[in-house]
């Protein structure tokens, strides 16, 4: 099959592969209609991930089952399908408690920038749609496999509650997803920080009552004032790096939370200060399966559309300027049509 | 009056020292009836903070108001009063939020191992009992001046749910009113974690249905094995070490949470642990006014008795010997009386 690989930090290529097959009785194979491109794809696009030259890389799609191990009994060939970035049985002691993203049996998906994709514990891990999509849903389905549910993961671990004052720090996909689940668990008053212009249309599009384009100290000066000095209640760390990690902090109120789901790196966690103002971190990989279902349903309610955030769509066999785009900030995010 | 001072590490006295006076008019004055020792006085004690030579210490007491000033409307001399070691007005935006330890006009109390204690913003600090406890309920009201709050707040902050399986790290008194708490809030097992006898023994009276003496990487094993590997729902730190947190964070299960109230001393967060176990860490000094009115209604009902975790009374003349028995964890909580 076509697939995306990497082989050296910018060095992306869409080259000719073995097509993924069946490996355990549980496993499905899926023909991928949709994939695309995650800002965590960047770091290993950066250098700042190790890489094994020539793998595959994505771990976004949806698409149609094209074949189903001996003990998947949910699903089967022909089914339209939402793969979640993690794969997870849904039975396990972890699965039950709602932390899927640490199912006992935890896969990932591997190819999702190709035609191809396997998805382990389909059974626990694949949620289907009935019919294939409509073209004008494509992308909100596709913002399922990962983006959407991992702001929403933000904003949960945060704890943001009806009312609430929240800021969101990071204007990639998840920010502004953040900023949409923020928006959808009933903030009054969503502080993106932002400096992009075309990001911070999203922001508002999803929910945001404030942008701030301000970074560091002052950008912690503008949200503290918006806030009479006081603070927000949750703070959504949707980067992964020290600097955005402090300043989700520093904006908080004593006794709020900050909820972090950008992959850490170089993040320190200053002990004295979360003891001193009572502020609660929490976060991880977002247990997609566990939202998957309640999403779904705003989605095809019609009463969230995180596929706003895809601003750009390239053919699978253009996966290099894909990764281009986003890792220069042209594009937000970066769908794949195989 | 007669109070204690430190002078040094391990240095104690009793000495005659100015009476407090009202420095503002939201302070009140209060005779000392009952004042206690608490672990983090042992920081000072050991060496492990900085020390003002000659200045009082102890931050627990209850007793009857002396003086209050012009602006205070809620108490008067003679009412019987739980002074929480930290102040607050209980009426500023973090106070309204539930964040009394950080109010914006936060106090502490200074010399509640004296005859006299100075509260600052009385009428929002104060918590009266109408007449004066009976004795039988001495320990226990003084016991919410701020071990027990201290306790519950550990298991608020972890997030304690009924039915949920808790471990609570460290057996100094306020780990055993992290037992207790966790009882009162519905766990269902509570592994205490604790090699003395003595305080197993408080621990099991107060709702520990497991005692786990092991430490380390042996104490961790023992409790994920009691959890058939899985680990607890909820974990409370309540030492202040790294030790400490690394069994708590250990022993947590995947999207479980731990509450930490022990004053970090060399504590390091392993930002990436918890982020691939979605465990949320939240804690810090107790706000104990918010709890305050809830606890002491479960002590007057008779629902608890937090007052067990004081095994030594000395008048307040034998300070230092009371130091030395917490000290060398021959005490679990001593009691002072003027």
Redesign the interface.
């Known amino acids: 099959m076509r697939a995306t690989t990497i082989h050296a930090p910018g060095d992306i290529r869409v080259e000719q592969v073995p097509d993924p097959v069946l490996k355990k009785a549980t496993d499905a194979i899926v023909k991928v209609t949709a994939g695309c491109i995650c800002g965590s794809d960047l770091w290993p696009y950066r250098g700042e991930n190790p890489i094994r030259p020539g793998a595959t890389i994505g771990h976004e799609c949806i698409g149609v089952v094209e074949e189903v191990g001996s003990e998947v009994s949910l699903f089967r060939r022909g089914d339209f399908v939402i793969v979640p970035f993690c794969h997870c049985d849904n039975t396990c002691?972890?699965c039950r408690?709602?932390?899927q993203?640490?199912c006992v049996n935890l896969g990932m998906t591997s190819s999702g920038q190709a035609e191809y994709a396997r998805v382990t514990q389909a059974d626990g891990s694949l949620v289907g749609t009935g019919e294939a999509p409509p073209p004008e849903l494509l992308t909100s389905v596709l913002a399922l496999t990962d983006v959407m549910p991992t702001g929403w993961h933000a904003a949960v671990?945060a704890g943001v509650r009806p009312g609430d004052t929240v800021a969101v720090v990071g204007d990639g996909a998840v920010g502004l997803c953040g900023v949409l689940a923020a928006s959808v668990l009933g903030a009054e008053r969503i502080i993106a920080m932002s400096r992009h212009e075309s990001r911070q249309q999203v922001a508002r599009a999803f929910g945001a009552t404030h942008v701030v384009a301000a970074r560091g100290a002052e950008g912690q000066a503008e949200v503290l004032e918006l806030t009479?000095g006081?603070g927000v209640?949750a703070a959504l760390e949707c980067v992964g790096t020290d600097d955005a990690m402090s300043t989700a902090i520093a904006v908080t109120?004593?006794?709020?939370?900050v909820g972090?789901v950008g992959?850490?790196h170089g993040?320190?966690?200053p002990?004295?200060t979360?003891?001193?103002?009572?502020?609660?971190?929490?976060?991880?990989?977002a247990?997609v399966r566990r939202y998957l279902p309640e999403l779904l349903d705003l989605v095809t309610a019609g009463r969230i559309e995180p596929g706003l955030v895809f601003d750009l769509t390239l053919p699978l066999e253009q996966s290099p300027e894909g990764y281009r785009a986003m890792d220069e900030r042209r594009a937000i995010k970066v769908m794949l049509q195989p």
């Open positions: 002691a972890h408690a709602g932390a993203s640490a671990s009479d006081v209640d109120r004593p006794g709020g939370g972090f992959v850490p993040v320190q966690l002990v004295r979360l003891f001193e103002k009572n502020i609660g971190v929490r976060g991880g990989m247990p």
